[in-house]
T-cell receptor, first 115, second 113 residues
Framework: DQQVKQNSPSLSVQEGRISILNCDYT??????FLWYKKYPAEGPTFLIS?????DKNEDGRFTVFLNKSAKHLSLHIVPSQPGDSAVYFC??????????????FGPGTRLSVLP | DTEVTQTPKHLVMGMTNKKSLKCEQH?????MYWYKQKAKKPPELMFV???????INESVPSRFSPECPNSSLLNLHLHALQPEDSALYLC????????????FGQGTRLTVV
């Protein structure tokens, strides 16, 4: 049973336009959400995160929106650049005191930004 | 230094071999993780070490044996693996508790023949 879902396996966007990547989760105990970007044969690179007590977090071209009632979050990239082409993973975490974080990843969305 | 370093980058091993994957970080993080990633799948958590103690084992077969010799090092000992264990093995670390953000290494591409 997938706790974190990314229903679009791929997305193509024109350079300069907005990219919107979506993520849904089922476990209401998740209290932190993260987006990672991954190139082939590399480890995931952290992009941006949001705590469950917030509904928006911005960092440069990247903004993450969280809708707790809908158990939905989205990553907006504006403007999109060809270098943004990668696989984007949504991850959710439920903190466990003294036990580290259990990060659960979605299946990923492959973003292609076309010049 | 915000790096998690994994060695080797690539490993080919036979089903009767014993090998080890190594991971190192010098960010002072007290939680370290092993993830396994198959092609076109998300990373799947295998083990979590918190303050050098194994805190989460996601029902991983005993042919995978983790070890945390100190707060900077994490090993994954491999023995009698199967071809279906071929995958990208990712190590990660995070600050404990307050900042649930994991830093990942580049991974070890393991092929079992």
């Amino acid at each position: 049973d997938q706790q974190v879902k990314q229903n679009s396996p791929s997305l193509s966007v024109q350079e300069g336009r907005i990219s919107i990547l979506n993520c849904d989760y089922t476990n209401s105990m998740f209290d932190y959400f993260l987006w990672y970007k991954k190139y082939p044969a590399e480890g995931p690179t952290f992009l941006i995160s949001i705590s469950s007590i917030k509904d928006k977090n911005e960092d440069g071209r990247f903004t993450v929106f969280l809708n707790k009632s809908a158990k939905h979050l989205s990553l907006h990239i504006v403007p999109s650049q060809p270098g943004d082409s990668a696989v984007y993973f949504c991850a959710a975490s439920k903190g466990q005191e003294n036990y580290g974080q259990n990060f659960v990843f979605g299946p990923g969305t492959r973003l292609s930004v076309l010049p | 230094d915000t790096e998690v370093t994994q060695t080797p980058k690539h490993l080919v091993m036979g089903m009767t071999n014993k090998k080890s994957l190594k991971c190192e970080q010098h960010m002072g993080h007290r939680a370290m993780y092993w993830y396994k990633q198959k092609a076109k799948k998300p990373p799947e958590l295998m083990f979590v070490y918190s303050y050098e103690k194994l805190s989460i084992n996601e029902s991983v077969p005993s042919r995978f044996s983790p070890e945390c010799p100190n707060s900077s090092l994490l090993n994954l000992h491999l023995h009698a693996l199967q071809p279906e264990d071929s995958a990208l093995y990712l190590c990660a670390s995070s600050q404990q508790l307050l900042v649930p953000r994991a830093f990942f290494g580049q991974g070890t591409r393991l092929t079992v023949v």
